[in-house]
């Protein structure tokens, strides 16, 4: 009976501990779930762009391999021993100068016996004719001495000739390679002795769908940049189009001539060229890192007033369509309006509806040409 007696008073104290436990966590879940209806997210650092109309003369760009105007690869055309080497490795040649002489004093041997030869051939014919004109020969004593005569002239060119071949000149004025043979050395013939390239002007070779075909007029302007010498710029102009388009690619391959006074070009470079048109179009503008690229649509995000009537700004989603892309700029063709503001820097930490604080201080200028600095 008493231990019952105390089992009330404790138990009933348990329940009242309990209830006010209880009480006290429902207190806090209240607290907490206002606190989380009244709580906004603070809005994200972002730099911001106008969405520019501009007019954009037409181009297609394109990626190039430099090819030198004329470019051989000289060569011994009759075997010999190189007796003299006149030429420095990378200089520049004209048209007509000595490279390489081969040994010819077995044919400048053979040369004296045969003028000494065609000499004797036509003091033997001016006999004959002397007596043909007075009836002591035939003719057929003629015809022979005449013949005679010029099988040994016949015989002193063909030695000259060979005497000229042995004797390598450069055939154009250019800049040439690294040398490929010695003093001394025996060479037979089409042994490489160097690489010769003109390389003022030069061309460059690109290929361009076959939709541009219409737009390719000869003399076009084209300009051409180089990683190379990214501060420099070369402008040329559109020489060729090749008359027929691969049937593999449908590209067709075009040509382009650009001065190279300074030879900084060199044939087998690649180069990015822009083939210009006089045309110009208008187009809306913004900066290429505005866009977010994926591969279900690429999109930006637009900064508009809060819609609740805030004095807050917040970040949109919106999906647009590409067009040319020059420097650090992209074009629209759809999704933008002119004159609207987006997000430069700063959107992949963005969801729509998100509120957005616009800070252009530390933004880096975007450039139509840009010249990074080199680290």
């Known amino acids: 009976m008493r231990t019952r007696k105390l089992w009330l008073p404790i138990t009933v104290g348990l329940v009242v501990v309990v209830v006010l436990l209880a009480g006290v966590k429902a207190g806090q879940i209240v607290t907490m779930v206002r606190a989380g ?12 762009a106008k969405v520019d109309a501009v007019e954009w003369a037409a181009s297609r760009p394109a990626v190039a391999t430099l090819v030198a105007v004329h470019g051989v690869t000289l060569g011994a055309e009759l075997p010999g021993t190189v007796r003299e080497v006149a030429f420095e490795s ?9 490279l390489v002489r081969l ?18 051939a036509r003091l033997s014919l001016q006999r004959v004719r002397t007596l043909r004109a007075s009836g002591s020969s035939t003719q057929a004593d003629l015809d022979t001495a005449e013949a005679r005569a010029q099988q040994a002239q016949a015989a002193v060119a063909a030695l000259e000739a060979n005497i000229a071949k042995k004797v390598i000149r450069a055939p154009f004025d250019g800049r040439i390679s690294i040398r490929q043979v010695e003093l001394g050395q025996v060479l037979s013939p089409g042994t490489p002795i160097a690489s010769l390239q003109s390389v003022s002007p030069i061309f460059a070779d690109f290929w361009l769908p076959q939709q541009a075909i219409a737009d390719l007029t000869p003399g076009q302007r084209v300009t051409l ?12 102009e559109l020489t060729t189009v090749n008359p027929e388009v691969d049937v593999a690619t449908r590209n067709v391959r075009v ?7 300074d030879g900084r070009l060199r044939p087998g470079m690649f180069a990015n060229v822009d083939v210009v048109s006089g045309d110009r179009k208008p187009a809306l503008v913004i900066p290429a890192t505005a866009v977010l690229f994926a591969p279900y649509g690429d999109s930006v995000f637009a900064i508009e007033k809060d819609p609740k009537g805030g004095p807050a700004t917040v970040a949109r989603q919106r999906f647009v369509r590409l067009g ?18 987006v997000v430069s820097g700063g959107a992949f ?7 957005v604080a616009v800070n ?9 040409d840009p010249k990074p600095a080199d680290q």
């Open 37 to 48: 209806e009244k709580f906004t997210l603070p809005p994200a650092a972002v730099s911001s």
């Open 90 to 98: 990378g200089a520049s040649v004209k048209k007509g100068a000595l």
């Open 103 to 120: 040994d010819t004093s077995t044919e400048e041997a053979q040369l004296g016996a045969a003028k000494a030869e065609a000499a004797l």
């Open 225 to 236: 940049r180089t990683d190379v010498f990214p501060d420099a710029g070369w402008d040329g």
């Open 255 to 261: 040509r382009a001539t650009f001065p190279n006074g």
């Open 324 to 341: 040319e892309r020059r420097g650090d700029f992209v074009a629209v063709v759809s999704g933008l309006s002119a004159g609207e503001t």
């Open 349 to 355: 930490k963005l969801r729509n509806g998100m509120p």
């Open 360 to 368: 252009d201080a530390l933004a880096p200028g975007a450039k139509i």
